[in-house]
């Protein structure tokens, strides 16, 4: 069996006698974006630009194409290569949470994240999340339901307000962490020199979680415009100026 390189380059190989033919097509970018979320969903592994151009025979220039019309329309994040390093709510590293089902490992972007892909993979109905307290490194796990919140004592701390998560949205994500409670939050915020952001229960991450990404997987999904986002967050309990919805009640 051919290793994962030595795969690439026979792909570039056969790409490039197709150019040589003529034969390219245009990528479509919502076609990428399935391709990507489906095996992200499937294998916990995003394709590579390589693999993609296989699968829709265009350019592999092509698909890195549609993949930054992606990342500017928000739909996906890209590492420094050009591949895939999140596709919310997969990541493609470590961003501090794994997420097992019994059939898929994959990373968690975060803990909204974490909490949201037994929600959104079809076929699971549970999944077990791990990650580390940013403080004080005491593991925590829970098995993380579709009908009901995960018991627990624990704190999510989310550092950035939801109007600047986009700012830098790595550094965001990085930093929506699972705390054991709020004296590490704040042990961790003395040490780092950050100040506190949105401090909330985990029942209140579960219901965050449970419906953002709702229709993801499927053609044609539309993120929330800001007035959606901030009348959803309202529904979870969570309101204020961190979540742009200090107008709103919580519901």
């Known amino acids: 069996m051919l290793g994962i390189a030595a795969y690439d380059l026979a ?43 296989e699968q829709f025979n265009v350019a592999v220039p092509d698909v890195a194409a549609a993949l930054r ?40 972007g975060c803990a909204w994240d974490a909490f949201a892909i037994p929600h959104l993979v079809p ?33 999510a ?3 950035m307000p939801m109007a600047h998560v986009w700012d830098d949205v790595v550094h965001a994500c990085e930093h929506q962490r699972i705390f054991c409670d709020e004296a590490c939050v704040y042990d961790w915020l003395a040490r780092t020199g950050n100040e506190r952001g949105a401090v909330f229960s985990l029942e209140q991450l579960w219901r965050l979680a449970s419906g953002w990404y709702e229709g993801r997987l499927d053609r044609g999904y539309e993120r929330r415009e800001p007035a959606q986002a901030a009348a959803y967050f309202a529904s979870a309990g969570l309101v204020g100026p961190f979540w742009g919805n200090e107008d709103l009640q919580s519901t």
């Not at 895939?84 to 968690?108: I, N, Y």
């Open 123 to 155: 076929g699971i109905s549970s999944a077990l999340v791990a990650t580390t307290c940013p403080a004080c490194s005491t593991a925590h796990a829970w098995n993380v339901h579709v009908d009901v919140p995960p018991p627990g004592e624990q704190v």
């Open 11 to 53: 792909m570039v190989a056969k790409a490039r006698r197709s150019a040589k033919k003529g034969t390219w097509m245009h990528a479509d970018s919502e076609a990428v974006r399935l391709a990507v979320y489906q095996q992200l969903a499937e294998r916990g592994t995003a394709p590579s630009t390589v693999t993609l151009a």
């Open 157 to 159: 701390h989310f550092l």
């Open 69 to 108: 019309d992606l990342e500017h329309e928000r739909h996906l994040v890209l590492g420094g290569d050009g591949a895939v390093e999140l596709a919310h709510p997969f990541a493609t590293r470590d961003f501090g949470f794994a997420v097992k089902s019994d059939r898929t490992l994959w990373w968690g």
